[in-house]
Structures are given as C-alpha cells and as structure tokens.
C-alpha cells in the first residue's frame, strides 16, 4: 500500500501525460484540492512549481494551529446553509 503523499507526484506526472499537459499555460487552468494525506510541503510545494493553483487541506495539525495564530484579525462572514458561524483571517 502506498500513502497518498508519496503517490502524488507520480500520479500528476500520470495525469500531466494522459492528459497532454505538456505547457504550463494549460495546467494554469487547473485546480487542485488536496486533503490532509496530500498536503505535505513537498507536494505543494510540487503542485506549485508545476503551475497548478491549489485548495489544500494541509497534513499538519501543528502547522494549521501556527498559521492560525498568526493571524492578526478573524472577521465573522454570513452563516453557511448548515447555520455555523464562520470566520477568515
């Protein structure tokens, strides 16, 4: 079995031939979202250098809880259909 993060690179080289992304152009296009698994520095870092555009849902629970106390301002924005609050930083 192999886990996700070591089977990203290969399988955006697999997509990148099947799908004839040979141009940066044509994969500045394209977005991908990234869950936990897929969210290490290394293949965002890869996805970037790549020229994709990126919603990730990074790997580390400690790096989320740094980036979040960076953050110098949260601002409360319109409740979703569920009825949760939400805010951005």
Known sequence: MVKSCKAFKPMVEKMEHILGLTDISHRKLIRFRLDA????????DYALWRGYHLLVKMYSGKRAKKLANSVKEWVDISPS??????QVG
């Open 81 to 86: 259909s569920d009825n949760n609050s939400r």
């Open 37 to 44: 698994g897929f969210g290490t520095d290394e293949n965002i």
